[in-house]
């Protein structure tokens, strides 16, 4: 008896936290990621699939622009296009992230004690790293054939900025994805139109110039109007000091639009389920 008494008055429950941190959160949600990716690519079908299709495009979209003889607006073409692969693929966390409600385990991220706005954040990164080898691929390869060259001193400015567009635009399809959650017939529409607003109204094909005031006003909410600026700013050779206002501003949207994100789902998905008394979020 008294054995028993000191045993159970000597036990102490493990030290830790009540349920998982952000970070642990975000790298569950990674690992899953992975085996998602692993489960929809192989290494031939991304790479001759996926990755030539990106490529594909953007000799189109550049080799359209051969037809008007100038060399300025081939070069101006290959780097929007080519930093735009990233894009396309980044913008996938808009149909992905909805998945988690057809296979029914949204209910189960939000009946939980910890934040699934976390889990979402990790869920879909293998999109953003996808975008930034195809990208990075597109640059470096197919760039030289169209006069964009590039010196070795170059080379991580360019990488830090194609990172930064495919992470900055993944907050921008994490706030989309939220919204989608609560829609999920449009997740292809809306991630289709967002990716094509981008390149048309972001510098990509057009100067911004070209449009209107109010559309070079929205334009700005858009990080891809800034990286590609500031990638645009290091191909002509400028120097380091000069892609920091672009970066700087890049770095502010995408923050914003994670911070939408965040709002977005309480207000649209988590909240109201739960003051509903139910987790029926079936489609």
């Known amino acids: 008896m008294s054995l028993t008494s000191s045993s159970s008055s000597s036990y102490a429950p493990p030290a830790g936290p009540a349920y998982p941190t952000a970070p642990l959160l975000v790298r569950y949600g990674l690992l899953n990621a992975l085996a998602d990716f692993r489960a929809t690519y192989s290494w031939?079908?991304?790479?001759?699939?996926?990755?030539?299709?990106?490529?594909?495009?953007?000799?189109?979209?550049?080799?359209?622009?051969?037809a008007l003889g100038d060399p300025a607006t081939v070069r101006y073409l290959a780097l929007g296009n080519a930093l735009m692969t990233c894009v396309i693929d980044t913008m996938a966390v808009v149909a992905s992230t909805s998945g988690e409600r057809r296979a029914g385990t949204l209910s189960?991220?939000?009946?939980?004690?910890?934040?699934?706005v976390w889990v979402f954040v990790g869920r879909s990164l293998h999109w953003p790293?996808?975008?930034?080898?195809t990208s990075?691929?597109?640059l470096f390869g197919l760039g030289p054939v169209f006069g964009v060259t590039w010196?070795?001193?170059q080379v991580p400015g360019v990488v830090?900025?194609?990172?930064?567009?495919?992470?900055?635009?993944?907050?921008?399809?994490?706030?989309?994805?939220?919204?989608?959650?609560?829609?999920?017939?449009?997740r292809n529409v809306v991630s289709n139109c967002a990716y094509l607003a981008m390149m048309a109204f972001c510098g990509v094909q057009v100067p911004l110039g070209y449009?209107?005031?109010?559309?070079?006003?929205?334009?700005?909410?858009?990080?891809?109007?800034?990286?590609l600026r500031a990638l645009r700013l290091v191909a002509e050779g400028a120097g380091w000091t000069a892609p920091l206002r672009p970066v700087t501003l890049a770095l502010l949207a995408a923050v914003a639009w994670l911070l939408a994100a965040f709002a977005t789902f309480r207000w649209l998905v988590a909240v109201p389920a739960r003051r509903a008394g139910t987790l029926d979020l079936s489609v």
């Open 160 to 186: 830090a900025l194609v990172a930064l567009t495919a992470l900055a635009t993944y907050c921008v399809g994490l706030f989309l994805a939220m919204i989608v959650l609560s829609v999920p017939r449009l």
């Open 129 to 133: 790293a996808s975008g930034v080898v």
């Open 44 to 66: 031939r079908s991304w790479l001759f699939g996926w990755l030539g299709r990106m490529l594909a495009q953007v000799v189109f979209f550049t080799g359209l622009g051969r």
């Open 136 to 138: 990075l691929v597109a």
């Open 108 to 116: 189960l991220l939000i009946a939980g004690p910890a934040d699934p």
């Open 151 to 153: 010196r070795p001193a």
């Open 211 to 227: 449009w209107p005031a109010p559309v070079r006003w929205a334009a700005q909410a858009v990080p891809l109007t800034h990286t």
